[in-house]
Nanobody, 121 residues
């Protein structure tokens, strides 16, 4: 059974920071690409960031480029999303994603349950 569990969401004022974590269990995820997607109310789920197997290559949505940083600790099967300079439009449920291959428009097959991030204006 593959499980991804997100944590670290919460309420923050605009300009503040949060760090999301996603821990994987049930399999070895060190060989998986990992990513973050988000979904705001009445919006489609959208790509946020992807990190490759070794952690040396990252891809970000234009909307978060320069503000968010994705990283991973393969020994802990954990991926992180450091979010700085948060804006109200970042408010969404953030979902962890994993698969051998992930593309911006093709999420991996494994999802976490999501963690709520709310940014007040």
């Amino acid at each position: 059974q593959v499980q991804l569990v997100e944590s670290g969401g919460g309420l923050v004022q605009a300009g503040g920071s949060l760090r999301l974590s996603c821990a994987a269990s049930g399999r070895t995820f060190s060989s998986f690409a990992r990513g973050w997607f988000r979904q705001a109310p009445d919006k489609e789920r959208e790509f946020v960031a992807i990190i490759n197997l070794g952690g040396g290559t990252t891809v970000y949505a234009d909307s978060v480029q320069g503000r968010f940083t994705i990283s991973r600790d393969n020994a802990k099967n954990t991926v992180y999303l450091q979010m700085n300079s948060l804006k109200p439009e970042d408010t969404a449920v953030y979902y962890c994603n994993a698969d051998p291959n992930i593309a911006t428009l093709r999420p991996g097959r494994y999802w976490g349950q999501g963690t709520q991030v709310t940014v007040s204006s």
